[in-house]
């Protein structure tokens, strides 16, 4: 197995991180992933807001509580879509998702713990976050050193998922 398909084979949802920061040169190298996505004309529509400001971090934390993720995490990625620079509702939150799976296997590949949280279009967090109008949350994705090495969740079968004509 290649160091790519080892990488999307054992990258895993991570909640619970260590103190330690994380390199800045590390976050630059995720933020490039992202930005390297493929999206519909080569749209771009992502843009990224860098939480890491101990203020900042605690008052998404407030907001988001799940498992105590954003709170805990040194830094967290808020992925919005620029509505603007979009062209196609469906299109733009696919490329949206290339984008953050991008993020999350770089984040792996570096070492680093990082979970998708699903939170889209909450206005508070939205408020925290600075967005502009034209501006949507699409995710928040915290990364830290992990403090845990999740087992692999399952996955349904090939055989359950593909038709071949
Ligand atoms: C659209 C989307 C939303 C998700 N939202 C959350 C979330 O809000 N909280 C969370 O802990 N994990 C969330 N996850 C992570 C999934 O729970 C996780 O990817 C799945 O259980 C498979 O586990 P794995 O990533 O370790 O392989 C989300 C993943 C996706 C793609």
Partial sequence: MNEVLRAIRERRSVRSFKTDPVEPE???????????????????????????SQEKREQLGRLVTQMDMIR????????????????DRIKDVQAIGACAQNMLLAAHSLGLGAC??????????????G?????????LIPIGYPAESPAPKERKPLSELVRRI
């Fill in 26 to 52: 590390k976050i630059e190298a995720i933020l490039e992933a992202g930005r390297w996505a493929p999206s519909g004309k080569n749209t771009q529509p992502w843009r990224f807001v860098v939480v890491e």
């Fill in 72 to 87: 805990t995490a040194p830094v967290t990625i808020a992925v919005l879509l620029d509505t603007k620079a979009g062209y």
């Fill in 116 to 129: 998708w949280i699903g939170r889209v279009r909450d206005e508070q967090v939205e408020r925290v976050l």
């Fill in 131 to 139: 967005t502009k109008e034209h501006e949507e949350l699409m995710m």
